[in-house]
């Protein structure tokens, strides 16, 4: 071996093995009450959605009953749940949030 050489030791060192978050869902249900614009006003100011995707979102969850609006961590899902539950109560609607783990 030259002065130049380097020598390679085998890695001994292995990361601990963190285990992956569980991941949530926040899903967005529909009702007879809130009205449509609302519900888009509300998305895009929680969820920073834009028009276009509140709009669609709110309208699946019309056409279909629920639509999943984001998914993320637990502490997040469960605050933005409630955050947006807060501002349709606020307003005397019964918008309705839940925060659910994946599977
Ligand atoms: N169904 C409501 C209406 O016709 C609108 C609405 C859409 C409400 C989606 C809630 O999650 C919802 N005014």
Request: with cysteine.
């Given at each position: 071996?030259?002065?130049?050489?380097v020598?390679?030791?085998?890695?001994?060192?292995?990361?601990?093995?963190?285990?992956?978050?569980?991941?949530?869902?926040?899903?967005l249900?529909?009702?007879?009450?809130t009205?449509?614009?609302?519900?888009?006003?509300?998305?895009?100011?929680?969820?920073?959605?834009?028009?276009?995707a509140?709009?669609?979102?709110?309208?699946?969850?019309?056409?279909?009953?629920s639509?999943?609006?984001?998914?993320?961590?637990?502490?997040?899902?469960?605050?933005?749940?409630?955050?947006?539950?807060?501002?349709?109560?606020?307003?005397?609607?019964?918008l309705?949030?839940?925060?659910?783990?994946?599977?």
């Open positions: 071996m030259s002065d130049n050489d020598a390679l030791k085998p890695k001994t060192k292995t990361k601990p093995k963190l285990d992956k978050p569980k991941l949530y869902k926040v899903i249900f529909n009702d007879d009450f009205p449509r614009e609302f519900v888009i006003v509300v998305l895009k100011a929680v969820f920073r959605m834009s028009e276009e509140g709009y669609r979102v709110m309208m699946t969850a019309h056409k279909l009953g639509c999943v609006v984001v998914v993320c961590t637990k502490d997040i899902a469960e605050t933005k749940a409630k955050e947006a539950m807060d501002f349709g109560k606020e307003a005397g609607y019964p309705m949030f839940t925060a659910e783990p994946e599977e």
